[in-house]
């Protein structure tokens, strides 16, 4: 059964209801009927800003015009126009910077942006701009960064430059760059990043089974329609589904890519350990914005009750009055929906540095107890004991200090 939405306010519930890929006719009337209601436009423009889908919404807001101030549509529209132009812009620097990294011998997928608008809706007007997202694998990292300096553009890290002189530094796995011009921002990535969340994109699987693709006059490398599918799951977990723009990525794929094998699709999944993700965006896609989906996969979704819950979790978020997650709520939505053997394996990682953590010494174990150089090994055993001393009897600071630990262990 769809989600309850009643705590929703009429403004959040007409942006979820005109905000989508395709506007079916019972959809229609209930537009017309929300906006009827004493409706706060100016509260559904920001709503539709935070979740980055006022292309969307103009689009579902045509179907009754005549409910709608004049206002509201000359907002969206001038937003609209200035997004497409910056749109046009970013693809012509995507086309450029692929063709430059090409020519270097450095394979690269574009991720999100201006392909996956044309995939996902077909029109690249429907898809809020943002940054230009490249993937690249691990080994090419070191000359794709020296390729982007060349090109105008720099870190937002510090130090980076002194990394990519010293053999063996770790690059990191997630780069933000910025034209100096300030006309484009570059995400170069190896891996989908996030506190308590990993997920490689430097993966054998995705890199072999890349399609070419027609775009902006250029072919491209693009990851195949099952993959892509899968990764709009991971992606969209990693950022707990924050904007209801990401879970309309989900449904204009399903809906224009009738022909993918749904079958392929969640075997592939389950190899990548990227399942239950994948599941949370086709569930969220189906509650939310009325996306049908095959008997089989809606069995699979039914036998997954921590999807169900991470679910309701964003759900209910979305009306709250703090909607960002605290790293504790990230984590645990992220222990949700990671597959078995991806839980077994953070858990072992969270037990190694919490013991770690708790046993190995530091300059306050060193000033509770004053010991020779000789008997350093015994701090191991004071360790434990000063942090009963000092926690003990504080049962809140101790919680604190729990939960700082945890949020420091990733």
């Known amino acids: 059964m769809p989600m309850e939405h009643a705590r929703w306010g009429p403004e959040l519930q007409l942006l979820v209801a005109a905000a989508r890929p395709t506007v079916a006719p019972q959809t229609s009337e209930r537009i017309r009927a929300l906006a009827t209601e004493s409706i706060d436009w100016s509260r559904v423009l920001q709503l539709a800003e935070e979740h980055g889908v006022r292309p969307l ?73 943002g940054d230009i997202d490249i993937v690249i694998r691990k080994r090419d990292l070191r000359e794709a960064i020296r390729f982007l300096l060349t090109q105008g553009y720099q870190s937002r890290a510090g130090g980076l430059a002194e990394k990519l002189e010293t053999p063996g530094a770790n690059l990191g796995r997630y780069l933000r760059f910025d034209r100096v011009d300030g006309l484009a921002s570059v995400d170069l990535q190896t891996s989908l ?103 089989h996969v809606l069995a699979a979704i039914r036998r997954e009750p921590s999807v169900h819950a991470s679910a309701l979790t964003i759900v209910e978020k979305y ?35 919490s013991v770690r953590t708790l046993v190995k010494p530091s300059d306050h174990d060193r000033q509770f107890v004053r010991l020779p150089a000789w008997l350093e090994p015994a701090y191991y055993v004071v360790r434990p004991i000063r942090l009963l001393v000092e926690f003990g009897t504080k049962p809140r600071v101790a919680a604190r200090a729990v939960r700082e630990l945890f949020e420091s262990l990733d």
């Open 57 to 129: 919404l103009y689009q579902g807001l045509q179907t009754c015009p005549e409910k709608v101030p004049g206002t509201v549509f000359e907002q969206l529209l001038e937003f609209i126009r200035s997004d497409v132009a910056q749109s046009l812009s970013q693809n012509g620097e995507l086309v450029r910077l692929l063709t430059g990294l090409a020519e270097r011998g450095i394979p690269a997928i574009p991720f999100k942006g201006g392909v996956l608008a044309d995939i996902v809706y077909g029109d690249p007007s429907l898809r809020e701009s």
């Open 319 to 353: 009306s709250a009055a703090n909607r960002r997650f605290t790293d504790t709520e990230r984590a645990r939505l992220y222990f949700e929906t990671a597959d078995p053997g991806e839980r077994v394996s953070r858990l072992l990682h969270y037990v190694r540095r």
């Open 193 to 295: 990043e996030a506190p308590h969340f990993s997920f490689a994109l430097d993966n054998d699987e995705l890199w072999d089974r890349a399609v070419p693709r027609a775009f902006a006059g250029h072919t491209v490398c693009s990851y195949c329609a099952a993959d892509l599918l899968i990764l709009l799951g991971v992606h969209g977990t990693k950022d707990v589904w924050f904007k209801l723009k990401w879970i309309c990525d989900v449904a204009g794929f399903i809906e224009r890519e009738r022909g993918v094998d749904w079958h392929e699709v969640l075997d592939r999944a389950t190899r990548l350990r990227a399942r239950r993700k994948l599941l949370l965006g086709c569930l969220l896609a189906r509650d939310l914005l009325s996306v049908d989906l095959p008997e």
